[in-house]
């Protein structure tokens, strides 16, 4: 909580120092864990793996999809309204997926394969993933291992952070932005506790927050979507600042849009791990 305090008093040019040493730093290391757990893997054991139904592939690319895409989707003018104005469309679109996806990719298989190599390990994985991983590893790495953790889980809050006590002050909170960075970190760092002590596994409360949080963030995409294809024209920059402006203080067809297709979506999703 205090780094994401921190992210509120900072001036984005460090934030933006400090994310590129965490990058380095935690690619470096993640390389070496899976040079480390290679061995693990077993062609054999692999490749005598039964074909899966239809609906296991559907539902795991649906997992992959809401863990993965969905959950970038809200940060992406976090990755876009720093950069300078001649920055090509195409390339801040381009390098953004391709630097967010490839990294995915490439754990998503590692993890299938040892997982399919090992099925002990994928049941230990549902329950503690960061302690089952580190049982494959020698013990003179379980530091590293540790670091990698603690600063990927920095590295991914802080410039989300930083966006987000924006976002609070939005609503009309009157307190100071890092104040806001605060509440929000206190929240997300209450939650994580909740279900770090209060849960009886990882995967359960993992699947019924992507699956329930999911369902609304794929309704808000699609109506912002929607808005960029359909707009012929620039926004009013100066009328989205005001709510006496073009666009009123709420949009209420945005909202409603949001609101039926959240709806429709929890209606045709089976979501057994968050029956509430």
Known sequence: MGLA????????????????WITWATGILTVIYLILVSPQIDFAALTALPAGSAAA????LVMVATGFGLGWVNAAADYSRYLPRRASTGGVIAWTTIGSSLPVVILVVAGIMLVGSDPELGSAIDADPIGALTTILPSWFLIPFAVVAILGLAGGIIMDLYSSGLSLLATGMPVKRHV???????LMTAGTI???FGADDFLGPFQGFLTTLGVVIAAWAGVMLAEVCLR???YDEAALFTPNGVYGAVNVEAIALVIVGAG???GLVVNS???G
């Open 180 to 186: 806001a960075t605060a509440i929000d970190a206190t």
């Open 5 to 20: 305090a921190s992210a509120g008093i900072l001036g984005f040019d460090t934030i933006m120092r400090v994310q590129t």
């Open 264 to 266: 429709v979506g929890w």
């Open 273 to 275: 791990a968050a029956p």
């Open 57 to 60: 592939f559907i539902g795991a």
């Open 194 to 196: 909740a279900v770090i």
């Open 232 to 234: 012929r024209r620039d």
